[in-house]
T-cell receptor, first 114, second 111 residues
Framework: EAGVTQFPSHSVIEKGQTVTLRCDPISGHDNLYWYRRVMGKEIKFLLHFVKESKQDESGMPNNRFLAERTGGTYSTLKVQPAELEDSGVYFC????????????FGPGTRLTVL | LAKTTQPISMDSYEGQEVNITCSHNNIATNDYITWYQQFPSQGPRFIIQGYKTKVTNEVASLFIPADRKSSTLSLPRVSLSDTAVYYCLVMMDTGRRALTFGSGTRLQVQP
């Protein structure tokens, strides 16, 4: 069974540009999460989808970040415009049951904003 | 939200048993204790979870005393491939599903 996949694995952009990260969860997992680790700090939660609905977006840092999950399958996270402080690793995770404490993480997308 | 405290780093040698202790003094009644492992350039991976006493799986054991204010992750006979960061998380049984990661414990296994 394929795990959580993320694309791209690396992205280097200039400040002010737009970047879109993609996450494909494990097939059949209704729950999809986005996390990020910036500048060597701790991994922080961004938001949680249940199918196509945003269940919890309390971790989204500001309105430059837009997450979507149309159709309840893959998800995209768009950063527009990107700022230097957005550099870091963005992780996606999925789980089958909402109550599950076992989330399956992807390898992450390393974003560098110059 | 229960805060967790664990050692920043630990060193061990192949074949030894490693015990990583996590403090969570303000753990709530409905909180579960969960441990994740993260290898370099990978996302975190669930290892084990428990509520009280002892839980064992093919990877590790988790010991939780009666007061639940701490927990110990035990890795039997570590190998070089166990070199990773280990995170202790406290999570409610229901409600918000966001995982709250601390700094973790960086385990270095030497040959």
């Amino acid at each position: 069974e394929a795990g959580v996949t993320q694309f791209p694995s690396h992205s280097v952009i200039e400040k002010g540009q737009t970047v879109t990260l993609r996450c494909d969860p494990i097939s059949g997992h209704d729950n999809l999460y986005w996390y990020r680790r910036v500048m060597g700090k701790e991994i922080k939660f961004l938001l949680h989808f249940v199918k196509e609905s945003k269940q919890d977006e309390s971790g989204m840092p500001n309105n430059r970040f837009l997450a979507e999950r149309t159709g309840g399958t893959y998800s995209t996270l768009k950063v527009q415009p990107a700022e230097l402080e957005d550099s870091g690793v963005y992780f996606c995770a999925s789980s089958q049951e909402t109550r599950s404490r076992e989330q399956f993480f992807g390898p992450g997308t390393r974003l560098t904003v110059l | 939200l229960a805060k967790t405290t664990q050692p920043i780093s630990m060193d061990s040698y192949e074949g030894q048993e490693v015990n990583i202790t996590c403090s969570h003094n303000n753990i709530a009644t409905n909180d579960y204790i969960t441990w994740y492992q993260q290898f370099p350039s990978q996302g975190p991976r669930f290892i084990i979870q428990g509520y009280k006493t002892k839980v064992t799986n093919e990877v590790a054991s988790l010991f939780i005393p009666a007061d639940r204010k701490s927990s110990t992750l035990s890795l039997p006979r570590v190998s070089l491939s166990d070199t990773a960061v280990y995170y202790c998380l406290v999570m409610m049984d229901t409600g918000r599903r966001a995982l709250t990661f601390g700094s973790g414990t960086r385990l270095q296994v030497q040959p």
